[in-house]
C-alpha cells in the first residue's frame, strides 16, 4: 500500500508504520496497522480504515478506541462487507453512508456460480473446473488447514501447486510464486479472502457451505475475480456439499450490486 500511495502522491511523503518500521513515523500519508494508532494521539486530520470489518479490529473495543482518539477530524470506513457495528450506526444515521456497487474498470462483479452435492462428487467437480481454466491462475479456497493440506497432497500429485493457511512462515514467497506462475494452483483459508490481487485469477471456493465461512467471507473471497483493468472478468466456482443460506446470500448481494451501479448516499 505504502508504494502504490507514494507512486499516486509523488510529491507527498508517505511513511509506513508497522513490525519493524517504526524509525520514520511521520509524514504526509502515514500507512500504518490500527495497533499503531496509539502513536498518533489527536494526529491526523482523515483517517481512513480499510477492511473496517476485519480481524483484528473488528470487535476489539481497544483498537476502536485506539483509532478514535488517533484522530481529530473525520474518520471514513472503507468495507465491501458492513459489519453490526456500521449498520447500527448508518441505521441511527450518526454516520453517512456512500454505496459504491462498481469497480473503477466498470465491468459487472463476478457473480459466483454454485454446484451442490456429495463430497467425492465435489472432487470432480473441483477437477473439472481446474482442467477448464488450468491456463490461468487459480485460486482455491477450502475452510480448514487440514482440508488445505489434505487437497494439497492429493492435487500436486497431478498439477504444481502449493498450499497457505495461518500457519504458513513463508506466506510472502508462496503468495509471489503464485504471481509469477511458477505454480499454477494456490490451496488457501481465509487467510487470502482480503487483501490480495492476482492478476487474471479464478476462484474456486471448496465446501463453501462450511460454518466457517460467513456471508462476509464468501463475498470477500469470490471478489478476488476480475479485480484489475486488464483482466476484469473471471469465474467463480461455490462447491457445497449441502444448501447454504450464506452461499444463496452471496449470490443474491452480487447479482443486486450488478443491477445498481450507482452511489446511493
Known sequence: MQQRLAKAFAKAKVVKVCQGYT???FGDIVVCTTHQCY???????????????????????????????SCKGHIVYLTATLDDYLKKRI??????????????????????????????????QL??????????????????????????????????????????????????????????????????ERGVTIENVNVCIFMANHPVF??????????????????PDGDCLFLCSAQSEEVDACIQKCQKANAHKMFVV
Open 23 to 25: 524509525d520514520d513515523l
Open 39 to 69: 502513536r498518533y494521539h489527536q494526529y491526523f486530520d482523515c483517517l481512513i480504515l480499510d477492511e473496517s470489518d476485519a480481524f483484528p479490529y473488528k470487535g476489539n473495543v481497544v483498537l476502536a478506541g485506539i483509532v478514535r482518539t
Open 91 to 124: 441505521k441511527e444515521k450518526s454516520i453517512v453512508h456512500l454505496q459504491l456497487n462498481a469497480r473503477p474498470h466498470g465491468h459487472d462483479l463476478p457473480v459466483p456460480r454454485k454446484k451442490v452435492g456429495l463430497q467425492s462428487v465435489l472432487i470432480y
Open 127 to 192: 477437477w473439472r473446473w481446474i482442467e477448464t481454466h488450468r491456463s490461468k491462475p487459480l485460486l482455491i479456497f477450502v475452510p480448514t488447514i487440514k482440508m488445505s493440506r489434505n487437497l494439497y497432497y492429493l492435487l500436486r500429485l497431478f498439477y504444481h501447486c502449493d498450499h497457505v493457511n495461518s500457519k504458513t512462515k513463508d506466506l510472502d514467497a508462496k503468495i509471489s510464486a503464485f504471481r509469477n506462475k511458477e505454480n499454477n494452483i494456490l490451496i488457501a483459508t481465509t487467510i487470502l
Open 214 to 231: 460467513d456471508e462476509a467471507s464468501l463475498i470477500q473471497m469470490s471478489g478476488r475475480v476480475g479485480r484489475t483493468f486488464k483482466y
